[in-house]
């Protein structure tokens, strides 16, 4: 979903910042429960290494609830049995630091 249509939304649900790998982030957007990854007018994924040029981007999307989601690889490398899902979020506030 392009940001200028997520904007438009009277509210949405929750706006998850995706911590990837070595402070990448790309951002999904939960909208009338389903979760869509958000894009620019160009249609590239949202994506940076600074966790606050994203919030300033998504400064007029109108939502109480930020989260960063991230997955670890720790069972998997300590030869642990892989769980099927060991995905943390953790809340996010927007102080507004941009």
Do not use: C, W
Not at 53 to 76: G, P
Not at 78 to 86: E, R
């Amino acid at each position: 979903m392009k940001l200028s249509k997520l904007e438009k939304f009277f509210e949405v649900e929750k706006v998850v910042f995706h911590s990837l790998d070595l402070a990448l982030y790309n951002v999904s957007a939960i909208v009338e429960g389903e979760e869509h990854m958000i894009t620019d007018e160009k249609g590239e994924r949202l994506k940076s290494h600074n966790l606050l040029s994203l919030q300033k981007k998504l400064q007029h999307v109108r939502t109480n609830n930020q989260v960063i989601r991230q997955s670890s690889a720790y069972d998997e490398m300590i030869g642990g049995p892989v769980k099927t899902n060991n995905e943390m979020e953790v809340p996010l506030g927007d102080n507004k630091l941009y």
